[in-house]
């Protein structure tokens, strides 16, 4: 494998969602982990919700960061958005809701049966 297919895979590997919020992560992971707490969030609902675990740190420093990393973040397509009122509302694409279960057996293109 050559420097750059490493370089790639890096910049581009799937995101860690923390469990739990910890001061020692990067603000990367912070910003992630707010996003999930939230499921569907702009980014200065994500600020708010940073200040949260740590007021020492401004509001207006938050959104800063938290509309730079998440503007990074789609660009690379490593999180969705959706333009909603003219501001982009950021979501993981995790699966909130459980499968029935049911097939139509209808639906199933020939020779899937």
Known sequence: MSATDQDFRE???????PAHYNAGDSEQDKIIYALAQ???????EVATELAKHDPTISLTEYQDKAASVLNIL??????????????????????????????????LAPGLD
Do not use: C, M, R, W
């Open 38 to 44: 939230l499921q569907q969030a702009t980014s200065d």
């Open 74 to 107: 789609f660009g690379k397509g490593l999180i969705k958005g959706i333009n909603v009122n003219g501001s982009i509302k950021y979501n993981l694409s995790k699966i909130t809701h459980a499968n029935d279960g049911t097939i139509d057996p209808e639906l």
């Open 11 to 17: 910049e581009f590997k799937p995101l860690h969602i």
